[in-house]
């Protein structure tokens, strides 16, 4: 006989209540069975606590909900069409709610006596308070008053909700129910039990109960905190078996010893000692190696902190191994750089490096992918061409993929698959607050190098207006004269880049006009590589005093004579990109700064920007904010895609969750890395529900 289909595995439409016109509303949002009900959270709640009399209100306080009754309305039409509403709270007192887009719809949307939550940040007309275009939800004009302690579950939902009838008051009837005649229906807690002990979790049950009608303000709190952890465990849980089984991929071992090649490097061809945190990093790299798995290590390193030479190290431990190593750059003029420092540095060596890239010559290409094959050249550095099939290695243990945020899985994969696996080490200069690296990156190992070259100054930054662009030029010039280099970077944006570039090539003109005899030279995008290639290196070498640019230098360029970074519409930057630039000068012993030019007429944000700008250079704090900012979805991207969905929790907001989600995870995946055990059946059965059944089969990878 077949097993009876759970209950709530039952589709909307087929249960009373629903139909299948608020079924399908629903189901637009991803709800299309009882269970995804019961996982359709509140947003907010309304209790005592969370609401505010109009009485109370401060002029510029902050953003409150009020409740209240409809009193009068009023569709305005003379001058700028709008709809007025009159809200009248329990005391008393009143406020307008303003509405001047969509007055057709909203004017029809209330009916007189109607209670209604308002939400958002009040403006004070004198003795007017009024709310423009507020946040509302409806509340039952019957129901229990706020005073008598109910916490009141306010459901996302919004015009499409409404019209199918499934205004809040009706969710919460529909879920009441649900509850009532069907909760001991709801599966039992599938998490084992000694992880719901441990980390003192409500009952899986109880929770979803208890975050639609909470009892009290506490019960709300334990059923957030146990919803949470859940989704931040199957995160968790999918990052630990697929670490799991790639670690079953042996790897080439090395020794963890220094070897001939490495030691020299060290001591006699670099000028300068490695920072505490470079030869942690180091560690790291060689236990890693001779572990005897596959290493998969990201070094998360701020601008400046030294990942180049950290990268060049494991490369030779591979080749004091007889391994070979190569180096993945995701630009040309980055590869050039390292092509650079490579020949600096291998050259005491003994050594041999090849600089693949694309566009060059058959035959000199020819001949590279000879020496690389027949292993004549130890080490290769290039762009993507050096992932093209046709590139075969004599013997390669390790790879470096360098800034690897601008690299997608797919080509880390396509590295990977040369040779005999290599050991992978991951360099990325965008700092990632501890939280997302443990999501984004949580099956990989992570160090932090949060240490800069001793000697360094930090650099200061400053933030002007057009008005005074003439100070800006005079310490502009100040610096030329002090044999200092300087960037001028102007944004680009692509829908409008032949625009943007107006703007560049004009403030070049205008540059080379007012800094004679001082060189300025100019680079952008739409030139040749070859061009820009010249154009660097004109300024590396101090041909040239000034480079005009477009956001191309933006990663990883290293001219330690450059001190000064001046970024025209600083406004129109990103906070990564603002960080990034900045991270081009402070890089010599000399004190550097960042003029940021922006435009007066700026956002909230963009002025946030600026401001977090001008108070630190910590990389980190500067990506916490920007996530904060940018919120987790936005900033993720397309990298998430995968990965199972965060309605509760926050990774940023939850860092605490995340943590002990993560420790519990990582440790039900060591006892059971298939997870087989019969006693695990029902965690099993929750993850595949919550990665859409692909969970385990990204397990078996590897
Ligand atoms: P990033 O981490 O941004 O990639 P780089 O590897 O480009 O940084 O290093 C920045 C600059 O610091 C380079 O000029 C490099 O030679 C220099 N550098 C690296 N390590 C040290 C050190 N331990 N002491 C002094 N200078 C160093
Ligand atoms: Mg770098």
Not at 365 to 387: F, K, P, W
Request: some cysteine; overall charge neutral; charged content about 25%.
């Amino acid at each position: 006989m077949e097993a009876a289909r759970p209950y709530f595995d039952t589709p909307l439409a087929e249960l009373p209540g629903f139909g299948p016109k608020r079924a399908d509303v629903l189901a637009k949002t991803g709800i299309v069975t009882a269970r995804d009900l019961l996982h359709f959270y509140p947003r907010r709640y309304l209790d005592r606590s969370t609401t505010t009399l109009v009485a109370d209100l401060r002029p510029d306080g902050p953003a409150v909900t009020i409740v209240g009754t409809v009193r009068a309305m009023n569709t305005v039409v003379g001058g700028k069409m709008r709809f007025e509403l009159l809200l009248e709270d329990e005391r008393g007192g009143t406020i307008k709610g303003v509405w001047f887009h969509g007055v057709q719809w909203i004017s029809r949307s209330f009916k007189k006596g109607e209670r209604l939550a308002f939400h958002g940040k009040p403006q004070a007309f004198g003795s007017t308070w009024s709310l423009t275009h507020p946040d509302f939800d409806r509340l039952d004009a019957d129901g229990p008053a706020l005073d008598t302690g109910r916490i009141i579950p306010l459901y996302p939902g919004g015009q499409a909700f409404d019209r199918a009838g499934l205004s809040n008051r009706i969710l919460r009837r529909l879920l009441y129910t649900l509850f009532k005649e069907h909760g001991l229906e709801i599966e039992a807690d599938p998490m084992p039990p000694e992880i719901v002990q441990r980390y003192r979790l409500l009952d899986a049950r109880v929770a979803l109960r208890a975050v639609h009608f909470p009892k009290s303000a506490d019960e709300l709190d334990a059923a957030r905190r146990r919803l949470k952890f859940d989704e931040l465990f199957h995160l968790q849980l999918l990052l630990a078996l697929t670490k799991g089984a790639r670690e079953h991929v042996p790897g080439a071992v090395l020794s963890v010893e220094k070897g001939p090649l490495l030691q020299s490097f060290l001591t006699d061809v670099l000028p300068f000692r490695f920072t505490g945190a470079q030869d942690r990093a180091l560690d790291d790299v060689l236990a890693d190696v001779s572990s005897g798995r596959q290493m998969n290590r990201l070094v998360q390193g701020d601008v400046g902190s030294g990942k180049t030479v950290v990268a060049v190290a494991a490369m030779l431990h591979a080749v004091d191994h007889g391994y070979q190593g190569a180096f993945l750059a995701p630009t040309e003029i980055l590869s050039e750089q390292h092509a650079a420092n490579l020949a600096r540095y291998l050259e005491p060596l003994g050594l041999q490096h090849r600089l693949l890239l694309g566009g060059q010559r058959k035959k000199l290409r020819a001949e590279y992918l000879d020496d690389l094959a027949n292993g004549r050249a130890q080490i290769a550095v290039g762009t993507h061409a050096l992932l093209e099939e046709t590139v075969v290695f004599q013997n390669l243990g390790l790879a470096v993929v360098d800034e690897q945020h601008r690299f997608g899985v797919m080509q880390r994969a396509a590295m990977f698959a040369k040779g005999e696996r290599p050991h992978m080490l991951l360099m990325t200069a965008t700092p990632i607050p501890r939280s997302l690296a443990l999501t984004l990156y949580g099956d990989l190992d992570v160090t932090v190098m949060n240490e800069r070259p001793a000697g360094r100054k930090p650099i200061q930054t400053r933030v002007f207006s057009e008005k005074r662009r003439g100070e800006v030029m005079e310490f502009l010039k100040h610096q030329l004269r002090e044999g200092r280099q300087a960037y001028v970077v102007y944004p680009l944006v692509e829908e409008s880049e032949k625009l943007d570039l107006k703007d560049a090539v004009s403030g070049y003109e205008q540059l080379q006009a007012e800094l004679r005899p001082y060189k300025v030279d100019l680079v952008h995008g739409q030139m040749f590589a070859y061009e820009k290639d010249e154009a660097m290196q004109r300024f590396k070498s101090g041909e040239t005093d000034v480079l005009v640019a477009t956001t191309v230098i933006e990663v990883g360029v290293d001219v330690p004579n450059a001190t000064v970074m001046l970024i025209e519409h600083a406004e129109r930057f990103g906070l990564s990109q603002l960080h990034q630039l900045r991270g081009r000068v402070g890089r010599g012993g000399e004190q550097s700064y960042c003029l940021l030019m922006a435009d007066v007429k700026r956002t909230r944000e963009a002025e946030e920007r600026l401001e977090i700008m001008a108070d630190t250079d910590d990389g980190f704090r500067i990506s916490e904010f920007d996530l904060r900012q940018r919120g987790a979805g936005d900033f993720f991207g397309t990298r998430q895609s995968g990965l199972p969905d965060l309605k509760i929790a926050d990774v940023v907001q939850d860092l605490d969750v995340l943590q002990q989600a993560r420790e519990a995870a990582f440790a039900l995946a060591a006892v059971d890395p298939r997870l087989s055990h019969p006693q695990h059946a029902a965690i099993r059965t929750a993850f595949q529900r919550a990665t859409k059944g692909k969970g385990l089969g990204y397990a078996q990878v590897g």
